[in-house]
């Protein structure tokens, strides 16, 4: 049975870092993407950054891109994402997510509407 769990979410001031992992069970992930996303209240669920299993090819949203990376480790079913020069407008709760596939363009896949496995969050708080 599929099982995805968050961790490494908290507080932290703008301009610091956290690292987010995602712990998958009862799966490949080499047959997978995993996406990161995030929720701020009263928004939308939007795609952060997905990855490939099988090839570690990568997407991230504007918003994000030359301050997330996100990377996998097959062996040890695992998917983190390093936020660096966090900001205010980046507190939201984050959930990594699950797509059984291969994928032309894991771009084009990084959106909630394709996905349908889904951790339980980890809240993420930039303030001072």
């Known amino acids: 049975q599929l099982q995805l769990v968050e961790s490494g979410g908290g507080l932290v001031q703008p301009g610091g870092s956290l690292r987010l992992s995602c712990a998958a069970s009862?799966?490949?992930?080499?047959?997978?993407?995993i996406g990161w996303f995030r929720q701020a209240p009263g928004k939308e669920r939007e795609g952060v950054s997905c990855?490939?299993?099988?090839?570690?090819?990568?997407y991230y949203a504007d918003s994000v891109k030359g301050r997330f990376t996100i990377s996998g480790d097959n062996a040890k079913n695992m998917v983190n994402l390093q936020m660096n020069s966090l900001k205010a407008e980046d507190t939201a709760v984050y959930y990594c997510a699950a797509l059984v596939g291969i994928f032309r363009s894991v771009g084009s896949i990084c959106s909630q509407r394709h996905f349908r496995s889904w951790g339980q969050g980890t809240q993420v708080t930039v303030s001072s």
């Open positions: 990855i490939s299993g099988r090839d570690g090819s990568t």
């Open positions: 009862g799966i490949t992930l080499n047959y997978y993407a």
